[in-house]
């Protein structure tokens, strides 16, 4: 199984640029890296993928060291809507059950 | 498109009874999933779908949990009899099939069901 680990929280302030570390030492060959966000009483939404080097989308970037064993979500000048609970997956969803999402790290931003 | 949906929204069963949560998933994806997070733990896979088959369900507690999704369209998740602890917010998801990226599938979910039992 691909375990992941997060920090339990992190702060923040509006207008900061906010970097999430997500360590996953025994990620596979095959295995992307996905993250998702989930605000309260909400299902988790994507947010961005990647296998390697960098990804960047109009939301967020994806930073992954050459050995792949962790990646870094970060958000360019947070607002206070993105406060919400941040999940690294790590897996190959063509074989879900070996993807697990973690506890997830809550990104509270302040004003 | 649409979104995934769930429902209900929220159900309050008594211990013994029993549940079905319904998914309706995007419009063309074939592969369906459902977690569930329960106790304020983290979100566990229970089952996944491509089409109508189970193509893996490695994830489902026990035998009390019945996942069907006849025709490959919405699928429904039943509990019988319901226990105090499968209280808990389960979720749906839905994917495309890979298109030629292996393990590039991006996960659709739904807003869940929470379930609670007394």
């Known amino acids: 199984l691909a375990k992941t680990t997060q920090p339990i929280s992190m702060d923040s302030y509006e207008g900061q640029e906010v970097n999430i570390t997500c360590s996953h030492n025994n990620i596979a060959t095959n295995d992307y890296i996905t993250w998702y966000q989930q605000f309260p009483s909400q299902g988790p939404r994507f947010i961005i993928q990647?296998?390697?080097t960098k990804v960047t989308n109009e939301v967020a970037s994806l930073f992954i060291p050459a050995d792949r064993k962790s990646s870094t979500l970060s958000l360019p000048r947070v607002s206070l809507s993105d406060t919400a609970v941040y999940y690294c997956?790590?897996?190959?969803?063509?074989?879900?059950?070996?993807?697990?999402f973690g506890d997830g790290t809550t990104l509270t931003v302040k004003p | 498109e649409a979104g995934v949906t769930q429902f209900p929204s929220h159900s309050v069963i008594e211990k013994g009874q029993t549940v079905t949560l319904r998914c309706d998933p995007i419009s063309g994806h074939d592969n369906l999933y459902w977690y569930r997070r329960v106790m304020g733990k983290e979100i566990k896979f229970l089952l996944h779908f491509v089409k109508e088959s189970k193509q893996d369900e490695s994830g489902m507690p026990n035998n009390r949990f019945l996942a069907e999704r006849t025709g490959g369209t919405y699928s429904t998740l039943k509990v019988q009899p319901a226990e105090l602890e499968d209280s808990g917010v389960y979720f749906c998801?839905?994917?495309?099939?890979?298109?030629?990226?292996?393990?590039?599938?991006?996960?659709?979910f739904g807003a869940g069901s929470r379930l609670t039992v007394l």
């Open positions: 990647g296998y390697k």
């Open positions: 998801a839905s994917s495309r099939r890979d298109r030629g990226k292996a393990g590039a599938n991006v996960l659709t």
């Open positions: 997956l790590v897996g190959v969803f063509t074989n879900a059950g070996k993807s697990t």
